[in-house]
């Protein structure tokens, strides 16, 4: 990193560990520091300020100003008074909730200090949250109420520490370019009252976007929070069963929804699907019972390893062989760059009693976002077409297997090529097809074990 004032450039963390340990004295450094009559003496400091001028085209930007900092002065003034104001519900106004353990994956903030929720916001961006829940907490519940914490969930996903300004386009960049909160250095802090990138009305508007493009006359459905290894349906309740389960140790879902959550709570309170309903003790989205591979996290005395990934994901398969009619259809959506993610995945649902019929890699991800550039990310999700396996599946010889399998991928493989999917997302595609041969089995041998009685 480079010293905005000197233009020195400091060691990373490991050869200087003054910096991240200064940083964590201020709780990450997102905010200024005042001394008592409001003089800026440490902590964030404002590089530029970005201004737009009605009628003209392009971005102005200048150096700030006493009145610059006076405004997050007073914002803080501010902001104290509202923190002496508890919520009816006896929640704190500014989300205290903890932030999960070091070593989370896709967390790096707790390294800098960040220990609650609320340190990843700045004054100016938890004032103007904390408003917003207040005002829409009071709106008579229905459906304006639910569609205010829509808009609020965007604006939290712009008025975060964590927001890049994109330079070739000279605009704000929301939080979750990716699936990860890492530290961000020069973070752009929005006008949410502003025409600029991030405001306020920009949330309205695509929350009324999608309400525009809605089908008409669609039917209604229903949402209930469940465990997929306890599903509350009977056997042979559904025609379809369609799921896009957790990526193995890619996404922490849980602990990244924290970040929503933590405000639609004090916007919805009370709200049913705004609790853990397996833990009433926690405060948060229910984690001891998600399927991830994170070692830093432990349930009944284990870690969540593969072992732990692999057992609980086919629990849910099996669940779902059973909510399934027999002439049902299961969809399963995946993507990994690992052969372990991906031998976790087929494990789950090899053992939970399907048999893949069909797969195609759809592309589901955004050209040009941020966890594309300078990497091999993969750029289709595969889909893969289940259905219940036969009670009476026959066992399965390997010398067939292998032979079968090089005819039947390759044929894929020149189809695939041919609509334009290439490298990792050709390979990983293929699984599927090797999985149409491989499944149809209830297990599959060679000859060493076929003369063994004991397999049987």
């Known amino acids: 990193m480079i010293c905005p004032s000197c233009g020195a450039l400091l060691p990373g963390n490991k050869k200087n560990p003054r910096t991240p340990a200064q940083l964590a004295a201020q709780r990450g450094g997102t905010d200024v520091v005042f001394d008592e009559q409001g003089n800026r003496k440490g902590g964030g400091l404002l590089l530029a300020?970005?201004?737009?001028?009605?009628?003209?085209?392009?971005?102005?930007?200048?150096?700030?100003?006493?009145?610059?900092?006076?405004?997050?002065?007073?914002?803080?003034?501010?902001?104290?008074?509202?923190?002496?104001?508890?919520?009816?519900?006896?929640?704190?106004?500014?989300?205290?909730?903890?932030?999960?353990?070091?070593?989370?994956?896709?967390?790096?903030?707790?390294?800098?200090?960040?220990h609650q929720w609320a340190d990843l916001f700045t004054v100016r961006q938890k004032l103007a949250l904390v408003t917003l829940t207040k005002l829409a907490?009071?709106?008579?519940?229905g459906?304006?109420?639910?569609?205010?914490?829509?808009?609020?969930?965007?604006?939290?996903?712009?008025?975060?520490?964590?927001?890049?300004?994109?330079?070739?386009?000279?605009?704000?960049?929301?939080?979750?370019?990716?699936?990860?909160?890492?530290?961000?250095?020069?973070?752009a802090e929005v006008?949410?009252?502003?025409?600029?990138?991030g405001n306020f009305d920009g949330a309205i508007d695509w929350v009324c976007r999608v309400i525009e493009a809605w089908p008409k006359g669609s039917s209604v459905g229903y949402v209930?929070?469940?465990?997929?290894?306890?599903?509350?349906?009977?056997?042979?309740?559904?025609?379809?069963?369609?799921?896009?389960?957790?990526?193995?140790?890619?996404?922490?879902?849980?602990?990244?929804?924290?970040?929503?959550?933590?405000w639609l709570k004090r916007t919805l309170p009370g709200h049913s699907l705004?609790?853990?309903?397996?833990?009433?003790?926690?405060?948060?989205?229910?984690?001891?019972?998600?399927?991830?591979?994170?070692?830093?996290?432990?349930?009944?005395?284990?870690?969540?390893?593969?072992?732990?990934f692999e057992e609980t994901m086919a629990r849910a398969f099996a669940e779902g062989r059973r909510v399934l009619r027999d002439a049902g259809i299961g969809c399963v959506v995946f993507a990994h760059k690992t052969t372990e993610g991906w031998e976790a995945l087929l494990s789950g649902i090899i053992r939970g009693g399907w048999v893949v019929t069909g797969s195609w890699p759809i592309a589901t991800e955004r050209p040009g976002r941020l966890r594309e550039q300078n990497s091999a990310a993969l750029e289709t999700s595969v889909h893969i077409i289940c259905r219940p396996r036969p009670e009476e599946a026959r066992i399965g010889d390997w010398g067939e297997v292998f032979r079968e399998l090089p005819r039947h991928v390759g044929e894929w493989m020149d189809r695939l090529q041919l609509e334009g999917v290439r490298g990792a997302d050709l390979v990983f595609a293929c699984i599927g097809p090797a999985l149409e041969i491989y499944s149809q089995y209830s297990k599959v041998v060679d000859a060493e074990e076929a003369g063994d009685p004991s397999w049987r």
């Open 191 to 197: 006008a949410p009252w502003g025409d600029g990138s």
């Open 224 to 262: 209930q929070l469940a465990d997929a290894c306890d599903p509350p349906l009977p056997g042979e309740a559904a025609d379809l069963w369609f799921t896009d389960p957790p990526y193995y140790d890619a996404v922490p879902y849980a602990d990244l929804s924290d970040f929503f959550f933590i």
């Open 137 to 141: 907490a009071k709106v008579p519940e």
């Open 143 to 187: 459906s304006v109420r639910f569609l205010l914490a829509t808009v609020i969930s965007r604006c939290v996903d712009y008025w975060s520490s964590g927001v890049r300004w994109v330079q070739q386009g000279e605009f704000v960049a929301d939080t979750f370019s990716r699936q990860a909160l890492p530290i961000v250095w020069d973070f």
């Open 49 to 114: 300020v970005v201004t737009i001028k009605p009628g003209e085209r392009g971005r102005r930007y200048r150096l700030p100003t006493e009145q610059d900092y006076m405004a997050v002065w007073k914002a803080r003034q501010r902001l104290q008074e509202v923190m002496m104001q508890p919520l009816p519900n006896s929640l704190s106004p500014v989300p205290d909730e903890p932030l999960p353990p070091i070593g989370t994956l896709g967390f790096r903030v707790q390294r800098y200090g960040m």
């Open 274 to 308: 705004l609790r853990d309903p397996f833990d009433s003790s926690n405060p948060l989205t229910p984690k001891t019972r998600e399927a991830v591979q994170d070692e830093v996290k432990w349930v009944n005395s284990r870690p969540k390893d593969r072992a732990f």
